[in-house]
Nanobody, 122 residues
Framework: QVQLVESGGGLVQAGGSLRLSCAASGRTFSSYFMGWFRQAPGKEREFVAAISWSGSPTYYADSVKGRFTISRDNAKNTVYLQMNSLKPEDTAVYYC???????????????WGQGTQVTVSS
């Protein structure tokens, strides 16, 4: 079993920044892949970013490329999502996920956190 706990969400003005963290516990962390997804009200969950066990390569959704950066610290069992130049359309609940392959497909991740709310005001 793997437990994932997200933190760092909040309310920010458009153009601002936030850094999300996802702390993993339980199973060995370093050999697995991590992803971030988000879900806005009334919309389906969508892929945001993913990172391999070594830190490279990384994948990003086109909507966040150049603004968001995913990284990980295997010594701390933590993955981060640095979000810059935030837009109102980035408002959503953000979830981290843990899996065995590097993928954009949410169905291929094995474990999920509870989510953290990010709200961007205009």
């Amino acid at each position: 079993q793997v437990q994932l706990v997200e933190s760092g969400g909040g309310l920010v003005q458009a153009g601002g920044s936030l850094r999300l963290s996802c702390a993993a516990s339980g199973r060995t962390f370093s050999s697995y892949f991590m992803g971030w997804f988000r879900q806005a009200p009334g919309k389906e969950r969508e892929f945001v970013a993913a990172i391999s066990w070594s830190g490279s390569p990384t994948y990003y959704a086109d909507s966040v490329k150049g603004r968001f950066t995913i990284s990980r610290d295997n010594a701390k069992n933590t993955v981060y999502l640095q979000m810059n130049s935030l837009k109102p359309e980035d408002t959503a609940v953000y979830y981290c996920a843990y899996g065995k392959i590097l993928t954009r497909a949410s169905g291929l991740y094995d474990y999920w956190g509870q989510g953290t709310q990010v709200t961007v005001s205009s």
